[in-house]
């Protein structure tokens, strides 16, 4: 299985951005988004579980939104509103444990990765 991220790239500060990750056709119990800026740990960003249900890191809370083709196996990261401190490499995850994790946004939830897609913020 391999996830693929794509559609990073430069964007001002307010802007928007939608990044995509494609599972080769697998669909996973639940999927998500982490990013890693410069000298920083890997932060988990959102989750979507097979049924819909979503978990957000709070500072993306009302800007950015995780949501999935449940058809062509694609997730998406709609990122509005950008900010400098957004910049990072953002990475798609996948779970297919079935399991309902306490910690939902934490790396050791998660199974398989891909290799990442930059996203530049400026002002």
């Known amino acids: 299985v391999e996830l693929v991220e794509s559609n990073g790239g430069s964007v001002q500060a307010g802007g928007w951005r939608t990044i995509f990750c494609t599972t080769g056709g697998y669909a996973f119990y639940s999927m998500g988004w982490f990013r890693q800026a410069p000298g920083k740990e890997r932060e988990g960003v959102a989750r979507?579980?097979?049924?819909?249900?979503?978990t957000y890191l709070e500072a993306v809370k009302g800007r950015f939104t995780i949501s999935k083709d449940n058809t062509k196996n694609i997730l998406y990261l709609q990122m509005n509103n950008l900010q400098e401190e957004d910049t990072a490499i953002y990475y798609c995850a996948a779970d297919d444990t079935g399991r309902t994790w306490s910690n939902p946004l934490t790396p050791g939830t998660f199974t398989y990765w891909g290799q990442g897609t930059q996203v530049t913020v400026s002002s």
């Open positions: 979507i579980t097979r049924g819909g249900r979503t």
